[in-house]
């Protein structure tokens, strides 16, 4: 929590910083943070995940948005002595979101947007002179319809759907057991979905304009 914590002030700042010096160009900068409902469905297993996420959006002089979002940031490792085992486990999600206003000038703001995901996840686990590791890549073509309303000159809420139109994967495997052949220690697989239906993601945000 205090990782996070930290993270987001620096965050902040950095956006600050930028802010002031694109002012010359009339251009601007907002700062956002999501909070993301994200519900699945899998091998009949239902699961909500709920996480918040940083985004820097900068808006040039025309009339689009470019949204840039930390979407996952995690590292976590775990150390038993006792039963001689380790377990490490890092994760890593990135967006960018192309924004179309439908509406300007309006404190309601319905807009459309396009972007692509990309999710990073690697882990490693150790168990006396058994190891394994695995390492997965996800990266998904999206299309984001929201709202946004502008309650003060510089504040505002959004919400919006995040719909994965394609998701492309690969998953690699490595395990080092002496008691299985050289030829099943190492294992992969990739896999394109179109229009994955098995979940619902959606963004409640509130941001500043700075």
């Known amino acids: ?3 996070t914590f930290v993270f987001l002030i620096a965050f902040l700042i950095l956006g600050c910083l930028f802010a002031q010096k694109q002012k010359k160009n009339n251009s601007g900068l907002l700062v956002k943070v999501h909070t ?3 519900y699945s469905i899998k091998n009949g297993q239902r699961s909500t995940q709920l996480y918040g996420s940083p985004v820097l959006i900068y808006q040039g002089t025309g009339r689009m948005y470019h949204e840039f979002e930390l979407t996952r ?3 976590k490792h775990d150390n038993n002595s006792a039963l001689q085992q380790i ?3 890092s994760e890593l999600g990135l967006s960018y979101q192309l ?3 439908l ?3 309006k404190k309601l703001m319905p807009y459309i947007g396009g972007g692509i995901g990309v999710f990073f996840t690697n882990l490693s686990s150790a168990i006396e002179n058994i190891q394994e590791r695995s390492q997965s890549m996800y990266a998904g073509l999206q299309v984001v319809p929201g709202i946004r309303w502008g309650f003060l000159p510089h504040l505002f809420l959004d919400i919006s759907l995040v719909q994965t139109l394609v998701k492309a994967q690969s998953n690699q495997y490595r395990t080092t057991d002496p008691s299985l052949p050289i030829k099943d220690q ?3 697989d990739a896999d394109i979905l179109g229009l994955p239906l098995d979940r619902l993601h959606i963004r409640l945000g509130v941001g500043i304009r700075l």
């Open 73 to 75: 940031l995690s590292i």
């Open 1 to 3: 929590m205090k990782k």
């Open 87 to 89: 377990y490490n486990r």
């Open 36 to 38: 993301n409902i994200n």
């Open 186 to 188: 190492k294992k992969s």
């Open 99 to 101: 924004t179309y206003p």
């Open 103 to 105: 509406v300007l000038e």
